[in-house]
């Protein structure tokens, strides 16, 4: 579906063409509802806080509606100096290939995989899985000699802009292999920027956008419109 047709369908949904209840929208206000909407569809997608209750790959339907945002690029890393053996995964400097040469022209939004690529002076070099720990139980992550990390599996939390690996010393972080959900590009009429997720999502973000909509004009309809979307899926 094209940004015109687009806004063509948001304002049908909220009976533009034959009703006069609601204000007119600009061009800009549709296009601001829609990246509300579209912005809100990508979380509660990859979450599961959605109708039917999945979260991203759990079913096939939920891997399809995000598959076109999944992104695989190469983060810098760097020595944490505040913190033993220790190397911070820079978010927000992201490259296409693993030589770090040439920079993304995307930027992260949501976790989806990451691989360390891990180096000792006995086992060589490799990509390796990251197992991820909230901040509340990392210092019982790392105190469990069943838990703690290796070389074959370092463990990491997530920091300002940063993921965190810790490693037990003996092998360093070299790269970093992240798969991620991009920022998708804003729609825009005038920019003729369109929904980057797979085509039959384009319906449920503008039903979605419509009630959007509604709300922000407190609109009678609003509970209306709330009881239908659970419907689409």
Same mark, same amino acid.
């Given at each position: 579906?094209?940004?015109?047709?687009?806004?063509?369908?948001?304002?049908?949904?909220?009976?533009?063409?034959?009703?006069?209840?609601?204000?007119?929208?600009?061009?800009?206000?549709?296009?601001?509802?829609?990246?509300?909407?579209?912005?809100?569809?990508?979380?509660?997608?990859?979450?599961?806080?959605?109708?039917?209750?999945?979260?991203?790959?759990?079913?096939?339907?939920?891997?399809?509606?995000?598959?076109?945002?999944?992104?695989?690029?190469?983060?810098?890393?760097?020595?944490?100096?505040?913190?033993? /053996?220790?190397?911070? @995964? +820079? %978010?927000?400097?992201?490259? $296409?290939? #693993?030589?770090? =040469?040439?920079?993304?022209?995307?930027?992260?939004?949501?976790?989806?995989?990451?691989?360390?690529?891990?180096?000792?002076?006995?086992?060589?070099?490799?990509?390796?899985?990251?197992?991820?720990?909230?901040?509340?139980?990392?210092?019982?992550?790392?105190?469990?000699?069943?838990?703690?990390?290796?070389?074959?599996?370092?463990?990491?939390?997530?920091?300002?802009?940063?993921?965190?690996?810790?490693?037990?010393?003996?092998?360093?972080?070299?790269?970093?292999?992240?798969?991620?959900?991009? /920022?998708?590009?804003? @729609? +825009? %009429?005038?920019?003729?920027? $369109?929904? #980057?997720?797979? =085509?039959?999502?384009?319906?449920?973000?503008?039903?979605?956008?419509?009630?959007?909509?509604?709300?922000?004009?407190?609109?009678?309809?609003?509970?209306?419109?709330?009881?239908?979307?659970?419907?689409?899926?």
């Amino acid at each position: 579906m094209n940004i015109i047709q687009a806004h063509i369908e948001f304002r049908q949904s909220l009976d533009r063409a034959d009703s006069s209840a609601y204000p007119d929208l600009l061009s800009e206000q549709v296009d601001y509802f829609l990246n509300e909407a579209y912005n809100r569809y990508i979380k509660t997608r990859y979450s599961g806080n959605n109708p039917a209750g999945t979260a991203i790959e759990q079913v096939q339907k939920r891997t399809d509606d995000l598959r076109n945002l999944i992104i695989t690029d190469y983060a810098s890393t760097s020595i944490n100096s505040n913190e033993e /053996n220790t190397y911070n @995964v +820079s %978010l927000t400097s992201l490259f $296409t290939n #693993e030589v770090r =040469s040439a920079a993304s022209t995307n930027t992260y939004m949501l976790y989806f995989r990451g691989r360390a690529k891990v180096t000792s002076s006995s086992c060589g070099s490799s990509y390796v899985a990251v197992r991820i720990y909230s901040h509340n139980v990392i210092d019982d992550i790392l105190s469990d000699p069943f838990k703690k990390p290796v070389i074959y599996e370092p463990v990491g939390y997530f920091e300002g802009n940063s993921l965190n690996i810790i490693t037990d010393g003996t092998f360093t972080i070299d790269n970093f292999k992240l798969t991620y959900i991009k /920022n998708p590009i804003p @729609v +825009s %009429l005038s920019g003729n920027i $369109t929904f #980057e997720t797979a =085509s039959h999502t384009h319906k449920e973000i503008i039903e979605l956008a419509s009630y959007i909509a509604l709300e922000n004009l407190e609109s009678q309809r609003q509970q209306t419109k709330l009881q239908t979307l659970p419907m689409n899926e």
